[in-house]
């Protein structure tokens, strides 16, 4: 029998008068707000204008917004569309929908990708150089990842599959994925957690030690988060899209590791300087 040290909260929406106040949503601003400050920290650290990160996540923030949703509902088309979705159509731009999964439908992958577009459009306007940002915020945007998956946690979803282990989660009878009779499962949303922090920590120090730039550590990033990914993406009992008896997350995991590390192969060489706006830096400067 498992100890079940951690129960699951009873409920995820709180009411603050008329106003709902949601455990999901909670730790993802949370978790942008945390990614912000460090991020913040490091560009100033670096030698970086104060204020910088402010101004380029008031743009990457809706971008990013919009394209975790965007990568949910193509991945997940038929939750929204077809005559046996379970939500309507129209559910698909309501991301606070009550009737549909409301904010549960964020796609990190679209969020990192669009997001980025629009720290991109940002830096120029500011002449600042993508690549120095990139490495700036991978160890930020790690542990904002960290911060904002126990939104999960208040959801009670994307959960994995049944564990004796003694940090099983409790997970309520009747939720998509569980067993008759099975209270305990694996706490995918900890495992992630857990792997971000760490992972944070390991880029810190590879940033320091070896002083990687032009976009160099932010690729580890990317290859370090999607090797996280793959094996816990695989313990997760959530319906999904599967391609060759795989999730399709895992194949974007591994598509994307691949990519990460053939770019820091590739940038190996690169010497140029990057533009911290206002003044130029020489690579290799921290």
């Known amino acids: ?41 490091r560009w100033r650290n670096r030698g970086g204008a104060p204020g910088t990160m402010v101004d380029l996540a008031t743009w990457g923030l809706p971008f990013g ?49 669009l997001g980025g577009v629009g720290v991109w459009i940002a830096c120029r306007r500011r002449g600042i150089t993508l690549s120095a940002v990139a490495d700036t915020v991978a160890p930020a945007v790690a542990i ?14 994307l959960f994995g599959g049944p564990t004796d282990l003694p940090w099983g989660l409790v997970i309520d009878a009747g939720r998509p994925g569980t067993v008759p009779g ?14 971000n922090l760490g992972l944070a920590l390991a880029l810190v120090w590879i940033g320091g030690r070896f002083a990687l730039r032009h976009g160099r550590l932010f690729a580890l990033y990317v290859a370090g988060y999607t090797a996280g990914r793959f094996w816990i993406e695989g313990l997760r009992v959530d319906p999904a899209n599967e391609i060759l008896g795989m999730r399709l997350n895992q194949w974007t995991s591994i598509a994307l590791f691949l990519g990460a590390m053939a770019y820091v192969h590739l940038a190996r060489n690169k010497r140029s300087e990057e533009s911290l706006g206002g003044e130029r830096v020489p690579a290799g400067v921290t």
């Open 182 to 195: 099975v209270t305990t499962y694996h706490p995918t949303f900890l495992y992630e957690s857990l792997w």
């Open 144 to 157: 904002g990842q960290a911060v904002g998956r126990w939104c999960n946690y208040f959801n009670q979803e």
């Open 1 to 41: 029998m498992s100890l079940a040290l951690i129960p699951s909260p009873s409920e995820g929406v709180w009411h603050l008068g008329p106003l709902p106040i949601r455990g999901y949503t909670v730790c993802i601003m949370l978790g942008v707000v945390v990614a912000v400050v460090v991020a913040e920290r």
């Open 65 to 113: 917004i919009v394209g975790a949703r965007l990568y949910h509902v193509i991945t997940d088309w038929q939750l929204y569309f077809g005559p046996d979705a379970p939500n309507r159509p129209i559910d698909a731009i309501l991301i606070w929908s009550d009737s549909g999964p409301g904010w549960r439908g964020l796609g990190v992958w679209g969020g990192i990708a």
